[in-house]
């Protein structure tokens, strides 16, 4: 499959599980929604940078010239417009089954405003993933070189 359209999938099945789970959770706790909201973010932002470290690292292994590697913009940008999207239809369809509460919200809404940041809430942590991703295997071979540099040691030593 193509990578983008995996990340896509995947990724807006995850904020539609959230928002699920987090709607099932305020009918029966509502006084304890800020910090389930909360959660629910960091869950998220925490899965979309783990997945971009993962791709920019196999990326800086696959390239190991800066100027060489592969356009991961795109490939982040593309999942997450896919999955913003996506997520917002399905999350309006899911909405008129009885006992989901995931925000009446409109369908002009889910597909511009709600997808919108669920485009940057997917794009941005990617790249910062990637950016992550892509120094820590410069970093190590950054270590190893001045080992490499010093020359051979003195023959009397």
């Given at each position: 499959m193509i990578a983008w359209v995996v990340r896509a999938v995947l990724l807006g099945a995850l904020v539609v599980a959230l928002r699920t789970v987090l709607g099932f959770a305020m009918v029966q706790w509502p006084t304890q929604g800020s910090w389930m909201r909360m959660l629910s973010l960091l869950v998220?932002?925490?899965?979309?940078?783990?997945?971009?470290?993962?791709?920019?690292?196999?990326?800086?292994?696959?390239?190991?010239?800066?100027?060489?590697?592969?356009?991961?913009?795109?490939?982040?940008?593309?999942?997450?417009?896919?999955?913003?999207?996506?997520?917002?239809?399905?999350?309006?369809?899911?909405?008129?089954?009885?006992?989901?509460?995931?925000g009446d919200?409109?369908?002009l809404f889910e597909l511009t405003a709600g997808a919108s940041f669920i485009v940057l809430?997917?794009?941005?942590?990617?790249?910062?993933?990637?950016?992550?991703?892509?120094?820590l295997p410069g970093r190590k071979a950054d270590g190893a070189t001045p080992s490499?540099?010093?020359?051979?040691?003195?023959?009397g030593a």
């Open positions: 998220l932002v925490v899965v979309i940078v783990a997945w971009g470290v993962l791709d920019g690292r196999k990326d800086r292994t696959a390239h190991p010239d800066p100027e060489r590697g592969s356009d991961l913009t795109i490939r982040w940008l593309k999942a997450g417009v896919a999955g913003g999207v996506g997520s917002g239809a399905v999350s309006w369809a899911l909405d008129f089954l009885p006992r989901f509460d995931l919200n409109g369908l809430l997917i794009f941005i942590p990617g790249l910062i993933g990637v950016g992550i991703g892509r120094m490499l540099t010093k020359g051979p040691a003195p023959a």
